[in-house]
């Protein structure tokens, strides 16, 4: 029995965890049994834990207008300082689940591998809001695939402790000025280059 019980933890281990390469976090984090392999080249980022939604906060007194205004003036922003220092965006999702593995985190698919590396390799010593940006590669090559369909749906029964990304709504008015000026200055950058 003893034996057999070794064998299946055995095997567990060897098997990957389909969170960890899904969505780039899993709930149990370094405790999981299935296998957490990070990635050497990739496309996409993991920032982890940066955004703090008022909203979470219990004694949050600000209108559902203005925790919009919040997330999408911090989009903006943080769009336009990575596309500009490091390259080009592809997509930009940030999670709005509340569990700690998920809450907060940043994920950035680019257009090459060397900008992700170069996004991980620089960001990883900087700061935001006086925190440390801790900033990794991560195997989500869909973002969409990681989002949570029945989030997307308005019908998650798991609320913000679903282990799939519960992407934040940004507006499509902002999503086009900032993919469209991307548009442009890279487009500059090439005929100047």
Excluded: W
Excluded at 108 to 113: A, L
Excluded at 116 to 130: G, M
Excluded at 144 to 154: H, M, P, V, Y
């Amino acid at each position: 029995m003893l034996e057999n019980d070794r064998k299946e933890n055995f095997r567990d281990r060897d098997e990957k965890c389909s969170f960890y390469y899904r969505v780039g976090a899993c709930r149990h984090g370094e405790a999981c049994e299935k296998k957490h392999m990070p990635p050497v080249r990739s496309y996409s980022v993991l920032i982890k834990n940066l955004y703090f939604f008022p909203s979470h906060n219990p004694e949050c007194t600000m209108t559902e207008l203005a925790i919009q205004e919040h997330l999408e003036l911090f989009y903006e922003d943080f769009f336009t300082e990575i596309g500009i220092t490091y390259g080009y965006i592809i997509d930009m999702v940030i999670a709005l689940n509340i569990s700690d593995h998920l809450l907060g985190n940043i994920y950035i698919k680019f257009s090459r591998e060397e900008e992700a590396i170069k996004c991980v390799e620089k960001l990883n010593t900087r700061f935001y809001a006086d925190r440390l940006i801790c900033v990794e590669l991560c195997h989500v090559d869909n973002l969409i695939k990681a989002c949570c369909k029945e989030f997307e749906n308005l019908e998650c029964l798991r609320a913000g402790f679903c282990n799939f990304i519960h992407r934040a709504k940004i507006s499509q008015e902002l999503l086009d000025e900032l993919y469209d000026a991307q548009e442009i200055m890279y487009e500059m950058k090439n005929r100047l280059s």
